[in-house]
């Protein structure tokens, strides 16, 4: 029996839920999914049943229910350190750059929400979605510069900091953004890693198609 459950939306549009899920992989816990269709009519009335905010990612640990992404990696990182990086200067980079991009980054988020499946998309960009992006790759140069020389995350070995970043790579994909240098080399990383193609590969063979968050298709 899986110790965990965890409960996720789309995986094609749940960026939060992509968060925890790939955190899990990584960590090599068992866990088992339950998903919840957003913007389905009951979904309100079903995330309910597992935590009192009434939206996903839910971590179900037994009789404990923790939300939100964040309170969940910090949860697990209590009973696997690993998921911060070991260094107290790293760890306190990392969690800096996870609060960051927690709580910041409105304009990127709503010009370019998650459609992992979609490619090629287009969106006019503005001064504030350009710092945005500009940003992201700045934190990435400077993790992989600073912090990455023991292997290809952002810290060297995987850590929650990855797990908060990966949706944008997903935007990044989506959206053609020009990624540069060691950003680029990092968002390759992501990409092409084993559990982020395995959340895609499934992503791809959901049906709901969510309109608000299909941006950026440009005139035939
Ligand atoms: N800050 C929360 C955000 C959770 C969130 O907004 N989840 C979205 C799905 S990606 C949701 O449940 N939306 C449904 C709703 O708001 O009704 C986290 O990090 O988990």
């Not at 107290?88 to 969690?95: I, L, N, S, Y």
């Not at 060691?182 to 969510?210: C, G, K, M, R």
Request: charge should be negative.
């Amino acid at each position: 029996m899986p110790e965990f459950q965890l409960i996720i939306g789309n995986k094609n549009y749940s960026s939060w839920s992509l968060r925890p899920w790939l955190l899990l992989r990584k960590l090599g816990v068992s866990f088992e999914e339950t998903q919840v269709l957003l913007q389905s009519e009951d979904f309100k009335t079903q995330a309910m049943q597992y935590s009192p905010a009434a939206k996903v990612p839910v971590l179900l640990d037994g009789g404990l229910a923790i939300w939100d992404s964040l309170a969940i990696a910090e949860y697990l990182a209590e009973q696997f350190p690993q998921a911060w990086p070991k260094d107290k200067a790293a760890r306190a980079f990392a969690r800096s750059i996870c609060a960051e991009i927690h709580s910041g980054f409105m304009t990127l988020r709503s010009k370019m929400p998650m459609n992992c499946r979609a490619t090629g998309r287009e969106v006019v960009g503005d001064d504030a979605l350009q710092k945005d992006i500009e940003r992201i790759q700045a934190i990435w140069n400077e993790c992989r510069q600073r912090y990455g020389h023991a292997g290809p995350w952002l810290f060297g070995e995987f850590t929650i900091a990855d797990a908060m970043f990966a949706p944008v790579v997903f935007r990044f994909n989506t959206y053609g953004i020009n990624v540069q240098g060691l950003a680029d080399e990092y968002l390759q990383t992501v990409l092409q890693d084993a559990d982020v193609q395995a959340w895609l590969h499934a992503a791809q063979q959901e049906q709901a198609v969510i309109m608000g968050y299909e941006v950026g298709l440009t005139a035939q």
